[in-house]
């Protein structure tokens, strides 16, 4: 049967009508959302008054903070602040937190992504005991294995080695990105795999040329989860890396309050800057996160 085109017709389509909201049901939808507007604005000032307050110490002396410790700055000290982007420890730690972070979220996101695939679209024996197991690690926190670990690594000779850090920060990473690529793996309709089988394209094939792709937004979302949670990492860093050629930003920052402990104002310079390369990335991914992580909450 042959599909038939119906003529077309310059008829104007007619439009739904416009409803006309009464202003006292609008008032009233106002007043009932001031108290969650109320609490928004007060979480807010709650949390930002804290960054504020570190970013205007930072521009004060040692002598101002004991003097004036809620006041502006009188003069603004900006040799805090200079000093630090002129030094070479600071930009190590940088270097050395971003390598990580990047390592990291590559090798979790990759292994993640062939685990949740194979979870998700192949039907085996124990495929869901193997996901039970998976989601059992969210269970345990990495304080608990640190004395295994660090009896691990020193016996592989993985101490004051940056792979120290990202292979075990992988492994803990491991259970919730698998838990959030594969309920969106799952949701891919099976058609259309089943099309690109037909093309002669194998099951690898069709995961890296279609599934990736198709699943950008939540590898985006798993990948911030991985920079943010290394960038963050202090404990482990701190176990592995005796040496400063590797540390970190969080292990900077505490080595940088033992040597400055009587100036506090330069401490909470190096607090502002530490803590701006992330809020800078948080920032430019929030929408990234927010929406895989919403996406991810409506799959399987």
């Known amino acids: 049967m042959q599909k038939t085109n119906a003529p077309k017709t310059n008829a104007p389509k007619a439009s739904a009508p416009k409803r006309n909201v009464p202003k006292s049901v609008v008032r009233r939808r106002r007043l009932r959302a001031l108290p ?12 930002v008054t804290p960054l504020l307050y570190a970013l205007v110490s930072g521009f004060k002396s040692t002598e101002q903070l004991s003097s004036n410790a809620f006041g502006l700055p009188d003069p603004w000290v900006t040799s805090n602040y200079t000093s630090l982007l002129g030094s070479g420890p600071f930009w190590r730690a940088v270097g050395s937190s971003t390598v990580i972070a990047l390592a990291t979220a590559v090798l979790t996101v990759g292994a993640a992504a062939l685990a949740a695939y194979a979870l998700a679209r192949f039907a085996f024996r124990g495929r869901e005991l193997l996901f039970t197991l998976f989601t059992m690690g969210l269970m345990f ?41 594969r309920g969106f793996f799952r949701e891919i309709p099976g058609e259309l795999e089943e099309a690109a089988t037909i093309d002669g394209c194998s099951s690898f094939g069709f995961f890296w040329r279609i599934l990736l792709p198709l699943a950008r937004p939540a590898l985006g979302t798993v990948s911030v989860l991985a920079i943010v949670g290394s960038w963050n990492n202090f404990l482990l860093p701190l176990l592995v890396f005796s040496e400063p050629t590797w540390w970190t930003i969080p292990v900077g920052i505490q080595q940088f309050q033992g040597q400055y402990a009587s100036d506090v104002a330069r401490i909470f310079a190096y607090l502002v800057l530490a803590m701006a390369p992330a809020l800078a990335f948080y920032a430019v991914a929030e929408r990234q996160l927010i929406g895989g992580i919403t996406l991810g909450a409506t799959k399987g």
Do not use: C, E, H, K
């Open 36 to 47: 969650v507007y109320a609490i928004l604005w007060l979480v807010g000032v709650f949390m």
């Open 141 to 181: 926190p990495f304080a608990v294995a640190i004395l295994p670990l660090f009896v691990l690594l020193r016996s592989f000779g993985l101490l004051d080695n940056p792979w120290g850090v990202i292979l075990p920060q992988a492994a803990f990473g491991l259970p919730i990105t698998i838990v959030i690529l």
